[in-house]
Nanobody, 121 residues
Framework: QVQLVESGGGLVQAGGSLTLSCAAS????????MGWYRQAPGKQRELVAV???????NYADTVKGRFTISRDNTWKSAYLQMNSLKPEDTAVYYC???????????????WGQGTQVTVSS
């Protein structure tokens, strides 16, 4: 079983910063990409940023230049440094890992439970 656990959410004023962490554990052979997604009330879940095993990153246009995604050298943890936060960044942030559980398996998506980020104006 694979688990992803997010932490680091909270309440921050506009212009402030937060760092989200995501730790993957369990039966993992390798993790391809890890990404952060968010879902605001009444809206669909959207991509925020992803980082591939190669280190290649991709960001939503709305966060480019403000957010930075990274992975540690175990490749089982991912981070999202969020600077210059805006009220429109308020959402539940979810971590997703694209995981291979053994050398013969295909890739499957696993999600964390989410962490609330609230930015006050």
């Amino acid at each position: 079983q694979v688990q992803l656990v997010e932490s680091g959410g909270g309440l921050v004023q506009a212009g402030g910063s937060l760092t989200l962490s995501c730790a993957a554990s369990g039966r993992i052979f390798s993790i391809d990409t890890m990404g952060w997604y968010r879902q605001a009330p009444g809206k669909q879940r959207e991509l925020v940023a992803v980082v591939a095993a190669s280190g290649t990153t991709n960001y939503a246009d709305t966060v480019k230049g403000r957010f930075t995604i990274s992975r540690d050298n175990t490749w089982k943890s991912a981070y999202l440094q969020m600077n210059s936060l805006k009220p429109e960044d308020t959402a539940v942030y979810y971590c997703k890992g694209v995981v291979r559980v053994n050398r013969f398996s295909g890739l499957s998506d696993y999600w964390g439970q989410g962490t609330q980020v609230t930015v006050s104006s």
